[in-house]
Protein backbone atom coordinates (compact mmCIF):
# COMPACT_ATOMS: atom_id res chain seq x y z
CA UNK A 1 0.00 0.00 0.00
CA UNK A 2 1.25 3.98 -0.62
CA UNK A 3 0.08 6.51 1.43
CA UNK A 4 -0.36 10.14 -0.14
CA UNK A 5 -0.90 12.91 2.22
CA UNK A 6 -1.08 16.75 0.61
CA UNK A 7 -0.83 20.08 2.38
CA UNK A 8 0.24 23.54 1.99
CA UNK A 9 -3.54 24.87 0.76
CA UNK A 10 -5.82 27.76 1.76
CA UNK A 11 -7.07 31.02 1.24
CA UNK A 12 -4.74 33.22 -0.58
CA UNK A 13 -5.66 36.26 -2.81
CA UNK A 14 -5.00 36.55 -6.72
CA UNK A 15 -1.21 36.95 -7.79
CA UNK A 16 0.27 35.49 -4.78
CA UNK A 17 2.72 31.84 -5.20
CA UNK A 18 1.62 28.79 -3.22
CA UNK A 19 3.85 25.58 -2.96
CA UNK A 20 1.74 22.44 -1.89
CA UNK A 21 3.06 19.28 -0.80
CA UNK A 22 2.69 15.61 -1.33
CA UNK A 23 4.45 13.35 0.99
CA UNK A 24 4.39 9.70 -0.42
CA UNK A 25 4.69 6.78 1.87
CA UNK A 26 4.76 3.26 2.05
CA UNK A 27 5.88 0.24 -0.43
CA UNK A 28 6.86 2.49 -3.06
CA UNK A 29 7.50 0.96 -6.66
CA UNK A 30 10.60 0.82 -8.81
CA UNK A 31 9.43 2.95 -11.06
CA UNK A 32 6.45 5.28 -11.17
CA UNK A 33 4.93 8.64 -11.56
CA UNK A 34 3.07 11.23 -9.43
CA UNK A 35 0.67 13.30 -10.96
CA UNK A 36 -1.73 16.13 -9.68
CA UNK A 37 -4.62 16.50 -10.72
CA UNK A 38 -7.34 19.57 -9.33
CA UNK A 39 -11.50 19.54 -8.72
CA UNK A 40 -12.93 22.90 -9.28
CA UNK A 41 -16.45 23.52 -7.57
CA UNK A 42 -19.22 21.91 -9.99
CA UNK A 43 -16.64 20.97 -12.49
CA UNK A 44 -14.77 17.65 -13.20
CA UNK A 45 -11.72 16.31 -12.03
CA UNK A 46 -9.04 17.80 -14.19
CA UNK A 47 -4.96 17.03 -14.87
CA UNK A 48 -2.52 19.39 -14.02
CA UNK A 49 0.86 17.83 -14.13
CA UNK A 50 2.93 14.86 -12.94
CA UNK A 51 6.78 14.20 -12.25
CA UNK A 52 8.55 10.64 -12.95
CA UNK A 53 9.42 10.02 -9.36
CA UNK A 54 13.30 9.00 -9.90
CA UNK A 55 14.32 10.57 -13.34
CA UNK A 56 12.52 14.15 -13.11
CA UNK A 57 10.96 14.30 -16.00
CA UNK A 58 7.54 16.39 -15.90
CA UNK A 59 4.52 17.22 -17.89
CA UNK A 60 2.14 19.47 -17.50
CA UNK A 61 -1.35 20.52 -19.19
CA UNK A 62 -1.39 23.11 -21.42
CA UNK A 63 -3.74 25.68 -19.38
CA UNK A 64 -1.21 25.71 -16.61
CA UNK A 65 2.51 25.13 -18.44
CA UNK A 66 4.67 28.54 -17.40
CA UNK A 67 2.74 29.18 -13.86
CA UNK A 68 2.68 25.58 -12.42
CA UNK A 69 6.02 23.97 -11.78
CA UNK A 70 6.47 19.82 -10.09
CA UNK A 71 9.88 19.16 -8.08
CA UNK A 72 10.32 16.35 -6.00
CA UNK A 73 12.83 15.91 -3.33
CA UNK A 74 13.52 12.02 -3.08
CA UNK A 75 15.26 12.09 0.45
CA UNK A 76 11.97 13.20 1.94
CA UNK A 77 9.19 11.31 -0.52
CA UNK A 78 7.78 14.17 -1.63
CA UNK A 79 6.54 15.75 -4.43
CA UNK A 80 5.83 19.40 -4.64
CA UNK A 81 3.56 21.61 -6.67
CA UNK A 82 4.36 25.54 -7.47
CA UNK A 83 1.50 27.62 -8.46
CA UNK A 84 3.04 31.36 -9.28
CA UNK A 85 0.42 34.13 -10.06
CA UNK A 86 -2.75 32.29 -8.98
CA UNK A 87 -5.67 33.27 -10.24
CA UNK A 88 -9.46 33.00 -8.95
CA UNK A 89 -9.76 30.09 -11.15
CA UNK A 90 -7.44 28.50 -10.23
CA UNK A 91 -9.89 27.53 -7.07
CA UNK A 92 -10.03 24.03 -6.56
CA UNK A 93 -9.18 20.63 -4.21
CA UNK A 94 -6.15 19.84 -4.92
CA UNK A 95 -4.57 16.27 -5.48
CA UNK A 96 -1.45 14.10 -6.31
CA UNK A 97 -2.03 10.77 -6.84
CA UNK A 98 0.42 7.63 -8.33
CA UNK A 99 1.10 4.79 -10.41
CA UNK A 100 3.60 2.77 -11.42
CA UNK A 101 5.10 3.16 -14.45
CA UNK A 102 8.22 3.84 -16.67
CA UNK A 103 7.52 7.08 -18.38
CA UNK A 104 4.96 9.81 -19.00
CA UNK A 105 2.91 8.16 -21.06
CA UNK A 106 -1.00 8.94 -20.35
CA UNK A 107 -0.32 10.62 -17.02
CA UNK A 108 -2.74 12.85 -17.75
CA UNK A 109 -5.07 9.95 -17.50
CA UNK A 110 -6.46 9.49 -13.81
CA UNK A 111 -7.83 6.09 -13.87
CA UNK A 112 -4.16 4.94 -14.44
CA UNK A 113 -3.32 6.15 -10.57
CA UNK A 114 -3.62 3.57 -8.09
CA UNK A 115 -3.45 5.37 -5.21
CA UNK A 116 -4.90 9.09 -4.11
CA UNK A 117 -4.14 11.48 -1.52
CA UNK A 118 -7.28 13.44 0.40
CA UNK A 119 -6.56 16.37 -1.38
CA UNK A 120 -6.01 20.28 -0.51
CA UNK A 121 -8.13 23.25 -0.83
CA UNK A 122 -6.88 26.24 -2.44
CA UNK A 123 -9.28 29.51 -2.75
CA UNK A 124 -7.84 32.12 -4.49
CA UNK A 125 -9.90 35.45 -3.97
CA UNK A 126 -10.06 38.45 -6.18
Known amino acids: QVQLVESGGGLVQAGDSLRLSCAVS????????TGWFRQAPGKEREFVGAIMWNSGPTSYADSVEGRFTISRDGAKNTVYLRINSLKPEDTADYYCAYRRGFDLSRSNYAPTYEYWGQGTQVTVSS
Open 26 to 33: GRLFGSAT
